[in-house]
């Protein structure tokens, strides 16, 4: 399956799971979704999340995070700190205190090797879930988004879901 049929596949399905009813009304996820690399495009394509109007957006989603063993850290020099794009995020729920940050642990760069161990025993899963939470708070998100692709095989499914259960 070639990657522009993955990539169409999942923004149709993000679609359709945005869209909430509550009641009789209907409420509509605004999701934007940022890098921590867009800041080193040149020009007028240097983003950064003080960029972001969030006047536009119900939920941010901050790419990426990564794993370090079964643990939650920072990819780039200045994601955390005064200042840092972190920070910069989080700011705008100065003004929006509606706005919900959420960061995004994995992507395409990460694979499932680091993934499938964590996911490989209850040990490592309650350490990536603790450091997790840990993680959120530390840095002012309202939650994660795991962005880990590409599993081997059915038992890499299985620690998936068991991982995803426990999360609960």
Not at 66 to 72: A, H, S, Y
Request: with cysteine; net charge neutral.
């Amino acid at each position: 399956m070639h990657l522009s049929t993955v990539f169409l596949v999942f923004v149709v399905l993000l679609c359709s799971l945005l869209r909430a009813e509550v009641g009789a009304k209907k409420e509509y996820k605004r999701v934007c979704y940022t890098t921590n690399w867009s800041q080193y495009r040149s020009g007028t394509a240097k983003f950064t999340p003080a960029d972001i109007d969030p006047s536009l957006c119900s939920h941010i989603v901050f790419a990426f995070a990564k794993l370090d063993g079964n643990k939650v850290s920072t990819v780039e020099w200045n994601d955390d700190g005064d200042n840092g794009l972190y920070y910069q995020l989080n700011a705008h729920k100065a003004a929006f205190p509606n706005l919900k940050t959420l960061i995004a642990v994995g992507g395409w760069t990460l694979g499932m090797v680091l993934p499938s161990a964590m996911m490989s025993s209850v040990q490592n899963r309650s350490e990536f879930i603790n450091s997790s939470i840990q993680f959120c708070r530390q840095h002012n998100f309202d939650g994660l988004d795991l962005d880990f692709e590409f599993p081997g095989d059915s038992a890499e499914a299985a620690h998936w879901k068991i991982n995803i259960d426990s999360r609960r």
